[in-house]
């Protein structure tokens, strides 16, 4: 699972001249006959345009339909700037690891503060158990993501049950977790994505609003989100320059990604501006 470390996110007007983009489109219209999902949520269908930009100097420029920005380091001016330009606003939130650059890092007892997580400075895995503790925190993420103005949550981390968290997480228990990650966004009107978790997206799928997924085509597992694009919803595939040339990428993840209806994209570890996307077929 991809994670990364914080940067402040500053406001450009920068046109980007770092690979093409989908074409632009509007927001989504609900999904027919998922009972979970509400009319008056925007809920973005498959094939729409996005950005995702954590780190470095943002770029408006993009000519993609959503941006997915960092919630801690984007003003709700920014949002409103996007929203003025015609963009809905995801806004990054982990759900799953304690990051200790956040400004309320001090509230997470010890307690359920697990290992690191693998490669990333100051990051350790949550005791997703102790929902208790976690959940009021969380909440009150969310409700800030709201004031911001955001349109939905990009929550990640939800798979630590997969990893060796230091705690014995089971599959169960990360269901339960997710399930309700998904519904206290709903809860406050807001849209949200399942973010990888591949092995339980049949569970999940009536629960979360679309799905990000990292490195699906590299691990051998899109065909699994065909569950949210078989009822036209967006599956986003975030594939890394670490393990993708952008001539593999072209060649081989954009035909491959077209056969499930995914929105393919290459990106750096960093997730800057920079953004490589098909050709528009």
Not at 112 to 129: Q, S, T
Not at 219 to 230: D, E, F, I, P
Not at 244 to 272: G, Q
Request: include cysteine; proline fraction near 4%.
């Amino acid at each position: 699972m991809i994670r990364l470390t914080y940067c402040a996110v500053a406001l450009s007007f920068v046109l980007a001249g770092c690979g093409g983009s989908a074409s632009f489109s509007p927001g989504a219209q609900p999904v027919a006959g998922s009972a979970p999902l509400s009319s008056s949520r925007w809920i973005p269908t498959a094939g729409e345009s996005i950005q995702i930009q954590y780190d470095g100097k943002l770029d408006l420029g993009v000519n993609a339909a959503i941006y997915d920005l960092d919630m801690f380091d984007t003003k709700a001016s920014v949002v409103r700037k996007l929203h003025d330009m015609g963009r809905k606003v995801l806004c990054y939130i982990d759900v799953g690891t304690w990051e200790k650059w956040r400004p309320d890092a001090g509230k997470f007892p010890k307690s359920v503060l697990g290992n690191k997580d693998g490669h990333w400075a100051g990051e350790r895995w949550l005791d997703i158990r102790q929902t208790s503790v976690l959940e009021p925190i969380m909440t009150a993420r969310y409700q800030l993501c709201k004031k911001k103005g955001f349109d939905g949550i990009d929550p990640d981390n939800i798979a630590g049950y997969q990893s060796k968290t230091g705690f014995p997480l089971t599959a169960s228990e990360q269901l339960t977790y997710n399930k309700w990650v998904a519904t206290e966004a709903h809860d406050l009107s807001l849209t949200v994505d399942q973010k990888n978790d591949n092995n339980q997206v049949k569970d999940l799928v009536n629960y979360f609003d679309f799905g990000v997924d990292e490195q699906c085509y590299v691990q051998g597992w899109c065909k699994q989100l065909s569950a949210y694009t078989n009822n036209n919803r967006l599956v986003v595939d975030i594939e890394y320059t670490n393990q993708m040339t952008r001539t593999r990428f072209l060649d081989e993840v954009c035909p491959s990604d077209a056969n499930y209806k995914l929105t393919p994209m290459l990106k750096k570890l960093e997730l800057t501006a920079w953004i490589v996307t098909c050709p528009a077929s």
